[in-house]
Nanobody, 115 residues
Framework: QVQLVESGGGLVQPGGSLRLSCAAS????????WSWYRQAPGKQRALVAG???????DYADSVKDRFTISRDNAKNTVYLQMNSLKPQDTAVYYC?????????WGQGTQVTVSS
């Protein structure tokens, strides 16, 4: 069974940076869209960023110009570089891989932005 494992979360001060990683246990050729979602306490899970199999990216308005999604196919890993972090970025971040008939989720990694 395919597993997605996120890492890189933690506590950071406002204005700081973190890079999240999402490592797949194997190559998933059926995935055509990799995404990062986040869920803050008391809120619904929301899309943060996505990258297609062709490399097209898209971002939520709240993170544009601060976050960058990328992937390394050789390492079966997707990244989320987060810069200029704000307290409102505090959430559990989840990796998602979607394709026809498949929808994979990681276990999540906590990001806390606080002074």
């Amino acid at each position: 069974q395919v597993q997605l494992v996120e890492s890189g979360g933690g506590l950071v001060q406002p204005g700081g940076s973190l890079r999240l990683s999402c490592a797949a246990s194997e190559t998933i050729s059926s995935v055509i869209l990799w995404s990062w979602y986040r869920q803050a306490p008391g809120k619904q899970r929301a899309l943060v960023a996505g990258i297609t199999s062709s490399g097209t990216t898209d971002y939520a308005d709240s993170v544009k110009d601060r976050f960058t999604i990328s992937r390394d196919n050789a390492k079966n890993t997707v990244y989320l570089q987060m810069n200029s972090l704000k307290p409102q970025d505090t959430a559990v971040y989840y990796c998602n891989g979607w394709g026809p008939g498949n929808n994979y989720w990681g276990q999540g990694t906590q990001v806390t932005v606080s002074s």
